[in-house]
């Protein structure tokens, strides 16, 4: 049976010691110019966070939603980042992301090249973060590529033993960040 194409980001699905998976609060500038998913990697750039893609280096962690306040006063908790949200007085808006190094995510590798078991356990690959996520749910469309030789940001560990996973395209596994970049100087 073939996999079906459902990608949903990164999500946090084991920590590695046993410990509990928890998110730690970030800065996201008032007005920031791209949404930004739960399941999204996002990296620190100035001592804000922004959305990841396929070049970026040192992932901070995994989105897991928002909380700021509206330029009405209201404070909204959302599960995702809306683009340019303005904020009360532009104060920074708070992004919840998980940044411990010992998380285990469960993530969907693309169609771009077929995953095998023999080849691809225990290697490297690259984040594919051209697909818009839901607006609507707020959910990540990211997921992973492969066989690649490029930035290489997550170690693919195994795949996910689940009903209806399979080799080839679309398969379902457990990775982590290859190279976390987490640091208090980054907390809001």
């Known amino acids: 049976m073939a996999n079906v194409d459902a990608p949903c980001g990164f999500q946090p699905w084991r920590h590695m010691s046993g410990g509990v998976i928890r998110a730690n609060g970030y800065k996201i500038t008032s007005a920031y110019a791209a949404n930004i ?5 996002v990296v ?6 922004a959305v ?6 040192g992932l901070l962690g995994i989105f897991a939603g ?3 306040r509206a330029s009405d006063g209201s404070i909204v908790y959302s599960p995702y980042w809306p683009t340019t949200t303005a904020t009360l007085g532009s104060e920074d808006a708070v992004g919840f992301v998980y940044d411990d190094p010992n998380i285990i ?3 969907q590798t693309s169609d771009d090249v077929a995953f095998v078991l023999a080849t691809h356990n225990m290697t490297l690959c690259d984040l594919v973060s051209t697909h818009t996520g839901s607006t609507v749910t707020g959910q990540s469309k990211q997921e992973l590529l ?3 030789t490029g930035d290489e ?3 693919l560990l195994q795949m996910v033993d689940e009903p209806g996973n399979a080799v080839g395209n679309w398969a379902k596994v457990e990775c982590r960040i290859k190279d976390s970049r987490t640091s208090s100087s980054y907390s809001a």
């Open 153 to 155: 940001q997550f170690l």
């Open 52 to 57: 990841a893609t396929a070049s970026s280096a």
């Open 66 to 68: 928002c909380q700021y």
């Open 146 to 148: 492969v066989g690649t």
């Open 105 to 107: 995510y469960r993530a």
């Open 44 to 49: 620190a750039t100035s001592g804000y966070l």
């Open 37 to 41: 998913f739960s399941g999204d990697a």
